[in-house]
């Protein structure tokens, strides 16, 4: 059972709340940015992030009948509508930007929401799905939305993307920081440290996915298809001809701040 959108809204409103949103939304600016002559769709409870994107042609909020859905923006022409999220109302490849949040963790179907995300997702489009971490202590804390339904490792989030035929292309963590009142303040610190001591400890999971390939040759000559990835997603153009992510071999590479 999903959360009731009463209770997100409430979380959002209290001090976790509100660190949550400010961390994520970094990391989703680092990806994104202004998300600028895009169609942007955000799935399950993603209004917290959808007002960044201003540079974005139209933003569209959709969120799962079994949480129910508010009125979005507070301003204006109403941007938000309830939906099945195993048959979502959209044409195909409508979408340049598709955002997943508070929408895996509690479907009934999590591959058959991917798998309609993705129809919904333009030839070149990106897609971010945000998850609980499972080694997180956000998973643990049934006080927050992310203490509820299943949580993910990257291992998971990439295997869900990769049956729904997208290739991971860039990563990242954040809330290391435990959800607990007393510590909040302490939250960037955690930030820096976490990632570098302690990355199992984060409490959130950012992976962006495309339908895109990169080729690379094998000893012998033969070619085969990888993904670029890195552990920091980095701002991007978000014009629908400049839409790869630079990267580095996992192994190799660090996160930036």
């Not at 680092?30 to 007002?51: F, H, Q, R």
């Not at 040759?217 to 980095?234: D, E, F, K, L, S």
């Amino acid at each position: 059972m999903r959360r009731s959108i009463e209770e997100l809204r409430t979380f959002y409103g209290e001090p976790t709340g509100a660190l949550a949103r400010r961390l994520l939304a970094r990391r989703l600016e680092d990806a994104w940015g202004e998300a600028t002559n895009s169609d942007v769709l955000g799935i399950g409870y993603a209004t917290p992030w959808l007002d960044a994107f201003v540079g974005a042609r139209r933003v569209i909020a959709a969120m799962p009948g079994g949480q129910g859905v508010e009125p979005w923006p507070s301003i204006g022409k109403n941007r938000s509508l309830l939906v099945d999220d195993r048959r979502l109302p959209f044409a195909a490849g409508s979408f340049d930007r598709i955002l997943l949040i508070h929408a895996l963790e509690e479907a009934d179907d999590a591959q058959g929401l991917m798998n309609e995300a993705v129809r919904a997702l333009s030839p070149a489009g990106r897609i971010i799905l945000v998850a609980a971490a499972r080694g997180g202590l956000w998973a643990r804390a049934e006080t927050t939305p992310f203490g509820h339904g299943r949580p993910f490792t990257r291992r998971q989030l990439e295997k869900l993307v990769r049956g729904a035929g997208l290739e991971p292309t860039a990563w990242s963590q954040t809330l290391y920081v435990p959800p607990w009142g007393p510590l909040l303040p302490l939250a960037d610190g955690f930030e820096q440290v976490g990632k570098r001591v302690m990355p199992g400890a984060a409490g959130v999971i950012l992976l962006e996915a495309t339908r895109q390939a990169y080729a690379r040759i094998r000893p012998g000559g033969a070619v085969a298809t990888a993904p670029v990835m890195t552990p920091a997603m980095q701002p991007q153009p978000a014009s629908r001809s400049s839409r790869d992510l630079p990267g580095d071999d996992l192994a190799g590479s660090g996160e930036r701040p």
